[in-house]
Protein backbone atom coordinates (compact mmCIF):
# COMPACT_ATOMS: atom_id res chain seq x y z
CA UNK A 1 0.00 0.00 0.00
CA UNK A 2 1.25 3.54 -0.67
CA UNK A 3 2.30 5.72 2.08
CA UNK A 4 -0.06 8.54 3.52
CA UNK A 5 2.96 10.70 4.17
CA UNK A 6 4.09 9.68 0.38
CA UNK A 7 1.33 12.06 -1.15
CA UNK A 8 1.40 14.41 1.77
CA UNK A 9 4.98 15.05 1.23
CA UNK A 10 4.19 15.45 -2.54
CA UNK A 11 1.14 18.34 -1.81
CA UNK A 12 3.38 19.91 0.96
CA UNK A 13 6.43 20.10 -1.26
CA UNK A 14 8.42 17.67 0.52
CA UNK A 15 9.72 15.97 -2.38
CA UNK A 16 11.07 18.70 -4.13
CA UNK A 17 13.90 18.75 -5.91
CA UNK A 18 13.35 14.77 -6.12
CA UNK A 19 14.85 13.10 -9.08
CA UNK A 20 13.34 9.31 -8.42
CA UNK A 21 10.12 8.69 -7.38
CA UNK A 22 8.16 4.82 -6.78
CA UNK A 23 5.16 4.39 -5.65
CA UNK A 24 4.16 1.25 -4.95
CA UNK A 25 0.70 -0.79 -4.54
CA UNK A 26 -3.20 1.15 -3.31
CA UNK A 27 -2.97 3.59 -6.21
CA UNK A 28 -6.64 3.39 -8.38
CA UNK A 29 -5.46 6.88 -10.42
CA UNK A 30 -2.06 8.89 -11.25
CA UNK A 31 -1.64 11.51 -8.23
CA UNK A 32 -1.42 15.02 -9.89
CA UNK A 33 0.74 15.85 -6.85
CA UNK A 34 3.39 14.42 -8.81
CA UNK A 35 3.31 17.07 -11.46
CA UNK A 36 4.91 19.62 -9.16
CA UNK A 37 8.42 17.75 -9.53
CA UNK A 38 8.61 19.18 -13.26
CA UNK A 39 11.68 20.99 -12.35
CA UNK A 40 13.46 18.04 -11.81
CA UNK A 41 11.58 14.47 -11.93
CA UNK A 42 13.84 12.04 -14.12
CA UNK A 43 12.81 8.30 -12.96
CA UNK A 44 9.30 7.72 -12.21
CA UNK A 45 7.97 3.83 -11.03
CA UNK A 46 4.17 3.59 -10.33
CA UNK A 47 4.58 -0.02 -11.24
CA UNK A 48 1.97 -2.23 -9.35
CA UNK A 49 -0.43 0.01 -8.97
CA UNK A 50 -4.54 0.18 -10.18
CA UNK A 51 -3.97 2.99 -12.51
CA UNK A 52 -5.07 2.79 -16.28
CA UNK A 53 -4.75 6.25 -17.34
CA UNK A 54 -2.57 9.40 -17.26
CA UNK A 55 -3.05 13.01 -16.81
CA UNK A 56 -3.46 15.10 -19.78
CA UNK A 57 -0.40 17.31 -18.67
CA UNK A 58 1.68 14.44 -17.97
CA UNK A 59 4.05 16.18 -20.19
CA UNK A 60 4.43 19.18 -17.65
CA UNK A 61 7.68 16.67 -16.20
CA UNK A 62 9.50 17.79 -19.50
CA UNK A 63 12.72 16.42 -17.36
CA UNK A 64 11.33 12.65 -17.23
CA UNK A 65 13.63 10.39 -18.68
CA UNK A 66 12.37 6.85 -17.67
CA UNK A 67 8.53 5.91 -16.80
CA UNK A 68 7.57 2.24 -15.40
CA UNK A 69 3.93 1.27 -15.28
CA UNK A 70 4.65 -2.43 -15.31
CA UNK A 71 1.58 -4.32 -13.21
CA UNK A 72 -0.60 -1.51 -13.71
CA UNK A 73 -4.27 -1.81 -15.84
CA UNK A 74 -3.78 0.20 -19.06
CA UNK A 75 -5.63 -0.88 -22.10
CA UNK A 76 -4.12 1.21 -24.00
CA UNK A 77 -0.67 2.89 -24.80
CA UNK A 78 -1.38 6.45 -23.12
CA UNK A 79 -1.18 8.49 -26.45
CA UNK A 80 0.07 11.96 -24.05
CA UNK A 81 3.33 10.64 -23.22
CA UNK A 82 4.22 11.49 -26.70
CA UNK A 83 4.48 15.00 -25.70
CA UNK A 84 7.30 14.10 -22.67
CA UNK A 85 10.21 15.91 -24.32
CA UNK A 86 12.91 13.31 -22.82
CA UNK A 87 11.33 10.47 -22.50
CA UNK A 88 13.67 7.79 -23.25
CA UNK A 89 12.47 4.37 -21.68
CA UNK A 90 8.66 3.13 -21.02
CA UNK A 91 7.59 -0.03 -19.48
CA UNK A 92 3.32 -1.37 -19.35
CA UNK A 93 4.69 -5.05 -18.97
CA UNK A 94 2.02 -7.00 -17.62
CA UNK A 95 -0.69 -5.02 -18.33
CA UNK A 96 -4.03 -5.25 -20.42
CA UNK A 97 -2.54 -3.39 -23.51
CA UNK A 98 -4.81 -4.11 -26.92
CA UNK A 99 -4.15 -0.74 -28.66
CA UNK A 100 -1.21 1.44 -29.45
CA UNK A 101 -2.16 4.88 -31.40
CA UNK A 102 -1.04 6.31 -33.61
CA UNK A 103 1.93 8.70 -32.95
CA UNK A 104 1.61 7.86 -29.38
CA UNK A 105 5.18 6.40 -29.16
CA UNK A 106 8.03 9.65 -27.54
CA UNK A 107 10.35 10.49 -30.46
CA UNK A 108 13.37 10.05 -27.88
CA UNK A 109 12.59 6.59 -26.80
CA UNK A 110 15.59 4.46 -26.64
CA UNK A 111 13.90 1.43 -25.07
CA UNK A 112 10.16 0.13 -25.44
CA UNK A 113 9.06 -2.75 -22.62
CA UNK A 114 5.70 -3.89 -23.75
CA UNK A 115 5.94 -7.71 -22.66
CA UNK A 116 2.98 -9.75 -21.67
CA UNK A 117 0.16 -7.73 -23.45
CA UNK A 118 -2.35 -8.35 -25.77
CA UNK A 119 -1.16 -6.10 -28.34
CA UNK A 120 -2.08 -7.56 -31.96
CA UNK A 121 -0.41 -4.99 -33.86
CA UNK A 122 1.77 -2.06 -33.91
CA UNK A 123 1.44 1.17 -35.10
CA UNK A 124 3.75 2.00 -38.39
CA UNK A 125 4.31 5.69 -36.20
CA UNK A 126 6.97 3.43 -34.54
CA UNK A 127 9.21 4.20 -37.63
CA UNK A 128 9.26 7.78 -35.83
CA UNK A 129 11.85 6.37 -33.18
CA UNK A 130 14.57 6.83 -35.09
CA UNK A 131 16.51 6.21 -31.37
CA UNK A 132 14.94 2.98 -30.36
CA UNK A 133 17.93 0.48 -29.32
CA UNK A 134 15.99 -1.79 -26.92
CA UNK A 135 12.28 -3.09 -28.06
CA UNK A 136 10.74 -6.07 -26.00
CA UNK A 137 7.82 -7.48 -27.34
CA UNK A 138 7.73 -11.06 -25.64
CA UNK A 139 4.18 -12.70 -24.82
CA UNK A 140 2.12 -10.18 -26.96
CA UNK A 141 -0.25 -11.64 -29.99
CA UNK A 142 1.58 -9.85 -33.16
CA UNK A 143 1.13 -11.18 -36.57
CA UNK A 144 3.46 -9.10 -38.11
CA UNK A 145 5.35 -6.02 -37.36
CA UNK A 146 4.98 -2.32 -39.02
CA UNK A 147 7.46 -2.36 -41.91
CA UNK A 148 8.02 1.44 -41.37
CA UNK A 149 10.62 -0.67 -38.26
CA UNK A 150 12.54 -0.46 -40.64
CA UNK A 151 13.60 3.17 -40.00
CA UNK A 152 15.02 2.05 -36.55
CA UNK A 153 18.48 2.17 -37.36
CA UNK A 154 19.55 1.91 -34.28
CA UNK A 155 17.77 -0.86 -33.07
CA UNK A 156 20.01 -3.56 -31.32
CA UNK A 157 18.06 -6.25 -29.08
CA UNK A 158 14.68 -7.21 -30.07
CA UNK A 159 12.57 -9.81 -28.69
CA UNK A 160 9.44 -11.34 -30.37
CA UNK A 161 9.19 -14.55 -28.46
CA UNK A 162 5.23 -16.22 -27.89
CA UNK A 163 3.66 -13.95 -30.28
CA UNK A 164 1.74 -15.08 -33.41
CA UNK A 165 4.51 -14.61 -36.47
CA UNK A 166 4.62 -16.60 -39.37
CA UNK A 167 7.45 -15.63 -40.76
CA UNK A 168 9.85 -12.93 -40.27
CA UNK A 169 9.92 -10.15 -42.40
CA UNK A 170 13.05 -9.97 -44.66
CA UNK A 171 13.66 -6.15 -44.13
CA UNK A 172 14.54 -7.20 -40.35
CA UNK A 173 18.08 -8.34 -41.67
CA UNK A 174 18.11 -4.85 -43.17
CA UNK A 175 18.99 -3.30 -39.67
CA UNK A 176 22.40 -2.99 -38.90
CA UNK A 177 22.64 -3.10 -35.65
CA UNK A 178 20.65 -5.55 -35.03
CA UNK A 179 22.24 -8.22 -33.13
CA UNK A 180 20.01 -9.86 -29.96
CA UNK A 181 16.68 -11.38 -31.31
CA UNK A 182 14.67 -13.71 -29.89
CA UNK A 183 11.60 -15.41 -31.83
CA UNK A 184 10.44 -18.59 -29.95
CA UNK A 185 7.35 -19.58 -29.84
CA UNK A 186 6.09 -18.42 -33.14
CA UNK A 187 4.24 -20.06 -35.54
CA UNK A 188 7.77 -19.57 -37.76
CA UNK A 189 10.04 -21.95 -35.34
CA UNK A 190 9.34 -25.53 -35.94
CA UNK A 191 6.49 -27.33 -33.72
CA UNK A 192 9.11 -29.70 -32.55
CA UNK A 193 13.08 -30.55 -32.58
CA UNK A 194 14.74 -33.86 -31.80
CA UNK A 195 15.89 -32.86 -28.84
CA UNK A 196 19.30 -35.16 -26.88
CA UNK A 197 17.80 -37.74 -24.80
CA UNK A 198 18.43 -36.86 -21.43
CA UNK A 199 17.92 -38.39 -17.85
CA UNK A 200 14.71 -38.20 -16.28
CA UNK A 201 15.32 -37.17 -13.01
CA UNK A 202 12.60 -37.63 -9.87
CA UNK A 203 12.07 -34.36 -8.01
CA UNK A 204 12.35 -37.54 -5.12
CA UNK A 205 16.46 -37.79 -5.74
CA UNK A 206 17.54 -34.16 -5.50
CA UNK A 207 17.87 -32.58 -2.40
CA UNK A 208 18.09 -28.37 -3.09
CA UNK A 209 21.07 -27.06 -0.31
CA UNK A 210 20.96 -23.27 -1.39
CA UNK A 211 20.20 -20.73 -4.15
CA UNK A 212 23.23 -20.27 -6.47
CA UNK A 213 20.78 -17.29 -8.68
CA UNK A 214 17.95 -16.21 -9.98
CA UNK A 215 17.07 -15.00 -13.44
CA UNK A 216 13.83 -13.82 -14.67
CA UNK A 217 12.80 -17.52 -16.38
CA UNK A 218 13.57 -19.48 -12.97
CA UNK A 219 15.90 -20.16 -9.59
CA UNK A 220 18.95 -22.09 -9.66
CA UNK A 221 20.27 -23.50 -6.49
CA UNK A 222 23.19 -25.97 -5.62
CA UNK A 223 21.96 -29.59 -4.84
CA UNK A 224 22.48 -32.93 -5.07
CA UNK A 225 21.13 -35.89 -7.04
CA UNK A 226 21.12 -39.00 -5.09
CA UNK A 227 22.70 -42.19 -7.55
CA UNK A 228 22.43 -45.86 -6.26
CA UNK A 229 26.40 -45.81 -5.60
CA UNK A 230 27.11 -41.99 -4.89
CA UNK A 231 25.38 -38.38 -4.34
CA UNK A 232 26.01 -36.04 -6.82
CA UNK A 233 26.50 -31.94 -6.60
CA UNK A 234 24.38 -30.60 -9.33
CA UNK A 235 22.83 -27.41 -10.01
CA UNK A 236 19.04 -27.34 -9.93
CA UNK A 237 17.02 -24.80 -12.14
CA UNK A 238 12.84 -24.50 -11.27
CA UNK A 239 11.59 -22.37 -13.87
CA UNK A 240 8.64 -19.70 -13.65
CA UNK A 241 5.35 -20.44 -15.51
CA UNK A 242 5.05 -16.85 -16.71
CA UNK A 243 6.57 -15.46 -20.31
CA UNK A 244 9.46 -13.43 -19.22
CA UNK A 245 11.08 -10.12 -21.31
CA UNK A 246 12.80 -12.77 -22.94
CA UNK A 247 10.36 -15.27 -23.78
CA UNK A 248 8.99 -18.81 -22.30
CA UNK A 249 10.51 -20.62 -19.70
CA UNK A 250 9.70 -23.96 -21.53
CA UNK A 251 11.14 -22.63 -24.88
CA UNK A 252 14.71 -22.01 -22.84
CA UNK A 253 14.39 -25.53 -21.11
CA UNK A 254 14.13 -27.02 -24.52
CA UNK A 255 17.06 -24.64 -26.16
CA UNK A 256 18.86 -25.87 -23.01
CA UNK A 257 18.43 -29.47 -23.83
CA UNK A 258 18.60 -29.04 -28.01
CA UNK A 259 22.31 -27.69 -27.04
CA UNK A 260 24.08 -30.60 -26.33
CA UNK A 261 26.80 -31.53 -24.92
CA UNK A 262 29.99 -28.87 -25.66
CA UNK A 263 33.29 -28.12 -23.43
CA UNK A 264 31.67 -24.31 -23.71
CA UNK A 265 28.32 -24.84 -22.66
CA UNK A 266 27.02 -25.63 -18.93
CA UNK A 267 25.54 -29.10 -19.79
CA UNK A 268 22.40 -30.62 -19.33
CA UNK A 269 22.01 -33.44 -17.30
CA UNK A 270 18.17 -34.41 -16.89
CA UNK A 271 14.69 -33.11 -16.71
CA UNK A 272 13.12 -32.95 -13.68
CA UNK A 273 9.81 -35.11 -13.48
CA UNK A 274 7.39 -35.46 -10.09
CA UNK A 275 8.04 -31.57 -8.94
CA UNK A 276 4.58 -30.85 -7.81
CA UNK A 277 4.50 -27.40 -9.49
CA UNK A 278 7.47 -26.81 -11.95
CA UNK A 279 9.45 -27.81 -14.85
CA UNK A 280 12.88 -27.62 -14.40
CA UNK A 281 16.66 -29.00 -15.19
CA UNK A 282 19.48 -30.55 -13.75
CA UNK A 283 22.39 -29.13 -14.90
CA UNK A 284 26.30 -29.72 -14.09
CA UNK A 285 27.33 -27.43 -11.36
CA UNK A 286 30.21 -25.04 -12.07
CA UNK A 287 32.66 -25.15 -9.59
CA UNK A 288 32.96 -21.44 -7.73
CA UNK A 289 35.82 -19.90 -8.62
CA UNK A 290 34.14 -19.29 -12.40
CA UNK A 291 32.97 -15.52 -12.48
CA UNK A 292 30.77 -13.24 -14.62
CA UNK A 293 33.35 -11.76 -17.41
CA UNK A 294 30.82 -8.55 -17.43
CA UNK A 295 28.06 -7.15 -15.92
CA UNK A 296 24.39 -6.16 -17.14
CA UNK A 297 23.89 -3.01 -19.69
CA UNK A 298 22.94 -0.55 -17.57
CA UNK A 299 20.19 2.13 -17.98
CA UNK A 300 22.95 4.31 -19.94
CA UNK A 301 24.67 1.72 -21.77
CA UNK A 302 21.17 0.23 -23.01
CA UNK A 303 22.23 -2.35 -25.54
CA UNK A 304 25.63 -3.29 -24.20
CA UNK A 305 27.59 -4.59 -21.06
CA UNK A 306 29.02 -2.67 -19.05
CA UNK A 307 32.48 -3.90 -16.33
CA UNK A 308 34.23 -3.56 -13.46
CA UNK A 309 36.16 -0.70 -13.38
CA UNK A 310 39.48 -3.01 -12.61
CA UNK A 311 38.52 -5.76 -14.68
CA UNK A 312 41.70 -6.44 -17.27
CA UNK A 313 42.68 -9.88 -19.11
CA UNK A 314 46.25 -10.83 -20.82
CA UNK A 315 46.58 -11.53 -24.17
CA UNK A 316 46.33 -15.90 -23.33
CA UNK A 317 43.34 -14.94 -21.23
CA UNK A 318 41.26 -12.77 -23.98
CA UNK A 319 42.13 -15.13 -26.94
CA UNK A 320 40.88 -17.84 -24.78
CA UNK A 321 37.64 -16.18 -23.84
CA UNK A 322 37.45 -15.47 -27.57
CA UNK A 323 37.77 -19.00 -28.64
CA UNK A 324 35.78 -20.48 -26.61
CA UNK A 325 32.64 -18.78 -26.80
CA UNK A 326 32.93 -18.90 -30.88
CA UNK A 327 33.40 -22.14 -30.63
CA UNK A 328 30.45 -22.34 -28.32
CA UNK A 329 28.15 -20.21 -31.20
CA UNK A 330 29.21 -22.31 -34.14
CA UNK A 331 28.11 -24.93 -31.85
CA UNK A 332 24.78 -24.04 -31.17
CA UNK A 333 23.99 -23.12 -34.66
CA UNK A 334 24.90 -25.83 -36.40
CA UNK A 335 21.77 -27.70 -34.12
CA UNK A 336 20.09 -24.13 -35.35
CA UNK A 337 19.75 -22.43 -32.19
CA UNK A 338 20.21 -19.14 -32.02
CA UNK A 339 21.62 -18.04 -28.33
CA UNK A 340 19.98 -14.78 -28.75
CA UNK A 341 21.36 -12.83 -25.65
CA UNK A 342 24.86 -13.53 -26.23
CA UNK A 343 26.01 -10.87 -23.92
CA UNK A 344 29.73 -11.36 -21.20
CA UNK A 345 27.31 -10.84 -18.81
CA UNK A 346 25.85 -14.60 -19.46
CA UNK A 347 29.25 -16.01 -20.15
CA UNK A 348 31.50 -17.49 -17.28
CA UNK A 349 35.31 -17.82 -16.82
CA UNK A 350 37.97 -18.90 -14.58
CA UNK A 351 41.33 -16.91 -14.36
CA UNK A 352 43.14 -19.11 -17.30
CA UNK A 353 39.78 -17.74 -19.80
CA UNK A 354 38.13 -20.68 -20.06
CA UNK A 355 34.39 -19.49 -20.82
CA UNK A 356 31.21 -21.04 -20.49
CA UNK A 357 28.05 -19.62 -22.51
CA UNK A 358 24.63 -19.67 -20.30
CA UNK A 359 21.63 -18.39 -19.67
CA UNK A 360 19.37 -19.65 -22.75
CA UNK A 361 16.22 -17.45 -21.80
CA UNK A 362 16.67 -15.68 -24.95
CA UNK A 363 17.03 -18.50 -27.57
CA UNK A 364 15.24 -19.63 -30.05
CA UNK A 365 15.15 -23.43 -32.07
CA UNK A 366 14.89 -22.04 -35.19
CA UNK A 367 15.81 -25.72 -37.45
CA UNK A 368 18.53 -26.51 -39.72
CA UNK A 369 15.81 -25.43 -42.67
CA UNK A 370 15.10 -22.32 -41.47
CA UNK A 371 15.06 -20.36 -44.84
CA UNK A 372 16.73 -17.12 -43.08
CA UNK A 373 19.11 -19.78 -41.21
CA UNK A 374 22.37 -18.11 -42.61
CA UNK A 375 20.61 -14.42 -41.89
CA UNK A 376 20.15 -15.50 -38.21
CA UNK A 377 23.58 -16.97 -37.62
CA UNK A 378 24.93 -13.64 -38.69
CA UNK A 379 22.87 -11.30 -37.10
CA UNK A 380 24.46 -12.78 -33.55
CA UNK A 381 27.58 -12.54 -35.32
CA UNK A 382 27.17 -8.73 -34.54
CA UNK A 383 26.60 -9.60 -30.94
CA UNK A 384 30.41 -11.49 -30.63
CA UNK A 385 31.29 -8.27 -32.82
CA UNK A 386 30.38 -6.17 -29.57
CA UNK A 387 32.33 -8.96 -27.55
CA UNK A 388 35.00 -8.52 -29.62
CA UNK A 389 35.59 -4.86 -28.57
CA UNK A 390 34.82 -5.20 -24.92
CA UNK A 391 37.56 -7.38 -24.61
CA UNK A 392 39.82 -5.00 -26.77
CA UNK A 393 39.30 -2.58 -24.20
CA UNK A 394 40.14 -4.37 -21.08
CA UNK A 395 43.48 -5.88 -23.02
CA UNK A 396 46.64 -6.03 -20.54
CA UNK A 397 48.89 -3.34 -22.55
CA UNK A 398 51.99 -3.24 -20.19
CA UNK A 399 54.04 -4.93 -22.00
CA UNK A 400 57.70 -4.36 -21.88
CA UNK A 401 59.17 -2.67 -24.30
CA UNK A 402 62.51 -4.34 -24.03
CA UNK A 403 60.24 -7.67 -24.92
CA UNK A 404 60.56 -7.51 -28.39
CA UNK A 405 58.87 -10.41 -29.72
CA UNK A 406 55.87 -10.19 -26.75
CA UNK A 407 55.73 -6.35 -28.37
CA UNK A 408 55.16 -8.24 -31.39
CA UNK A 409 53.16 -11.07 -30.68
CA UNK A 410 50.91 -8.30 -28.92
CA UNK A 411 50.78 -6.09 -31.52
CA UNK A 412 49.56 -8.98 -34.14
CA UNK A 413 46.92 -10.38 -32.00
CA UNK A 414 45.74 -6.78 -31.87
CA UNK A 415 45.63 -5.68 -35.35
CA UNK A 416 43.90 -9.84 -35.86
CA UNK A 417 41.25 -8.69 -33.38
CA UNK A 418 40.47 -5.23 -35.00
CA UNK A 419 39.98 -6.74 -38.23
CA UNK A 420 38.24 -9.68 -36.60
CA UNK A 421 35.59 -6.75 -35.20
CA UNK A 422 35.22 -4.84 -38.36
CA UNK A 423 34.28 -8.27 -40.12
CA UNK A 424 31.79 -8.66 -37.59
CA UNK A 425 30.44 -5.35 -36.98
CA UNK A 426 29.74 -5.31 -41.16
CA UNK A 427 26.23 -3.37 -41.61
CA UNK A 428 25.34 -5.14 -44.49
CA UNK A 429 24.27 -8.81 -42.23
CA UNK A 430 25.35 -11.39 -45.19
CA UNK A 431 28.95 -9.76 -45.65
CA UNK A 432 29.61 -10.60 -41.77
CA UNK A 433 31.77 -13.64 -41.61
CA UNK A 434 30.10 -17.53 -40.55
CA UNK A 435 30.92 -18.58 -37.02
CA UNK A 436 33.04 -21.12 -38.85
CA UNK A 437 34.71 -18.62 -40.10
CA UNK A 438 34.77 -16.68 -36.78
CA UNK A 439 36.97 -19.61 -35.25
CA UNK A 440 39.09 -20.21 -37.89
CA UNK A 441 40.43 -16.89 -37.59
CA UNK A 442 40.88 -17.19 -33.97
CA UNK A 443 42.80 -20.23 -34.29
CA UNK A 444 44.86 -18.69 -36.59
CA UNK A 445 45.41 -15.40 -34.25
Not at 221 to 227: C, D, F, I, R
Not at 255 to 262: D, E, N, R, V
Not at 359 to 371: L, S
Not at 415 to 442: A, K, M, T
Request: charged share 20%.
Amino acid sequence: MVAPQTLEGLRSGKYKGVKRLKIGGGLTEFPKEILNLFNTLEILDLSGNSISTLPKDISRLHKLKIAFFSDCNFTTFPAQLAQCRSLEMVAFKGNQMTTIPPNSLPRKLRWLILTNNHIAALPASIGQCHLLQKCMLAGNKLSSLPEEMVRCRKLGLLRLSSNNLAALPNWLFELPELSFLSFAGNPCTPASVDNPILDEIHWSSLSVQHLLGEGASGIISKGTWALPLEEKHVAIKLFKGEVTSDGSPLDEMNASIAAGQHANLIDPIGRIHGHPEKKGLVLELIPPHYTNLGLPPTLDTCTRDSFHPETVFTLAQCRRILTGVASAAQHIHAQGIAHGDLYAHNILIDQSGHALLGDFGAATIYGKNFEQKEKIEKMEVFAFGHLIEDLLGLVERNIDQDEDLMSEKMGYFIEGLNLLHYQCSNPIVLDRPSFDEVCDVLDAL
